[in-house]
Nanobody, 118 residues
């Protein structure tokens, strides 16, 4: 049973930083693709950043390039360092995982709220 548990969401002012964490367990496959998505009410879930070790690919949404950094440790836990936060970054952030880059969101965490105020 794959479990993904996010933490680190908070309320910050614009220009501030946050670091999200995703504790992962229960994988049946090696070197999973993992990533962060975000969603605001009334909008579709948006891919923020993904890391696919098998394909050696890291990808970012254009809206966060240069501000956010995704990383993964040896225990397969996932992180998202968010700098220079903007009010439009306000959303619920979800951690996801899957067996490959093309199937990177088979499993989801419960989400963590990030609120950026001006």
């Amino acid at each position: 049973q794959v479990q993904l548990v996010e933490s680190g969401g908070d309320s910050v002012q614009a220009g501030g930083s946050l670091r999200l964490s995703c504790a992962a367990s229960g994988y049946a496959f090696l070197r999973p693709c993992m990533g962060w998505w975000r969603q605001v009410p009334g909008k579709e879930r948006e891919k923020v950043a993904t890391i696919a070790p098998r394909e050696n690919v890291i990808e970012y949404a254009d809206s966060v390039k240069g501000r956010f950094t995704i990383s993964q440790d040896n225990a397969k836990n996932l992180y998202l360092q968010m700098n220079s936060l903007k009010t439009e970054d306000t959303a619920v952030y979800y951690c996801a995982a899957g067996p490959s880059r093309s199937i990177c969101a088979n499993y989801w965490g419960q989400g963590t709220q990030v609120t950026v105020s001006s």
